[in-house]
């Protein structure tokens, strides 16, 4: 078990390799982390997602008015947050003037307190039940306004879609709209999978106080955290079993059908 453990560690930063080696480009230098484009990415009827329109990051409360003046001149004025109320309440996103701003809580306004993480942490599989049955149970109404804004952004315009870490919610959710564009699972996972390295630094302050209170080592911590291919999978494969397809729920709870999916596709790729 300790040798799958330690092939399953090592085996996350490679994944993630090949999206890494484009980050010069791809991330946004701001005070944020884990604040990158998601364009690039090659689709499988040989196309390429759009640069500068799509972006996903960490909280956003700390920019400075430099940061401020990025945004703005990258044309980000539409922001959609999936933190619950007194999440974003706590750190309110700084955004440029004139943003379109959209809380969408779902699911995380009971987020687990620090005491709650440690008894979540020694009972083990922490993010099993946040991808799996809690990523499927409000992935529609958490996700429905992200889909509803790219179909009728300006074209002079972009997006930007976040949570406190930009790594659980805002990963599910440049998953199913990478999945709309047609960029191959193993390129939806290494983008995934690279906000363990954006993160680093964030989560070596988390994971070590979570450490102390729970008398796990970091290590641990740090394996019960980490974000995991098979974790993305779970979320897949959670929409199929309750929706018969990832379509089905598209179209049924988010109200993406064929045309919306065209649409998506003629925006988004080129």
Not at 37 to 57: A, H, L, P, Q
Not at 201 to 212: D, Q, R, S
Request: aromatic share 8%.
């Amino acid at each position: 078990m300790k040798k799958l453990i330690l092939a399953i560690t090592l085996l996350i930063p490679i994944i993630a390799s090949a999206q890494l080696a484009d980050s010069s480009k791809r991330l946004v230098h701001v005070n944020a982390a884990n604040f990158r484009d998601i364009g690039g990415y090659k689709t499988t009827d040989g196309k390429e997602v759009v640069w500068g329109k799509i972006y996903r990051s960490a909280a956003i409360s700390k920019l400075t008015e430099a940061d401020l003046e990025l945004l703005d001149k990258k044309g980000i004025h539409t922001v959609v947050d999936f933190r619950g109320t007194a999440e974003s309440a706590a750190a309110p996103d700084r955004l440029p003037k004139n943003t379109d701003y959209t809380l969408c809580p779902a699911g995380s306004e009971n987020l687990p307190d620090a005491a709650q993480m440690v008894a979540l942490l020694k009972n083990g599989n922490f993010l099993g039940k946040m991808y799996g049955s809690d990523g499927a149970k409000y992935a529609g109404d958490r996700y429905r306004t992200l889909f509803m804004k790219l179909l009728t952004l300006d074209k002079k315009e972009a997006v930007l879609f976040h949570c406190t870490g930009g790594r659980d919610r805002t990963g599910m959710a440049t998953a199913l709209l990478l999945y709309i564009l047609k960029v191959p699972q193993e390129t939806i996972e290494a983008d995934y999978v690279a906000s363990n390295v954006y993160l680093k630094e964030m989560h070596k302050n988390m994971f070590t106080p979570l450490a102390k209170m729970s008398g796990l080592t970091v290590e641990a911590v740090e394996k019960e955290m980490a974000l995991r291919p098979e974790l993305l999978r779970d979320f897949f494969n959670e929409l199929k079993k309750q929706y018969g397809s990832i379509e089905n729920f598209l179209q049924q709870e988010l109200a993406i059908g064929p045309k919306e999916i065209t649409i998506l596709r003629a925006t988004y790729t080129k």
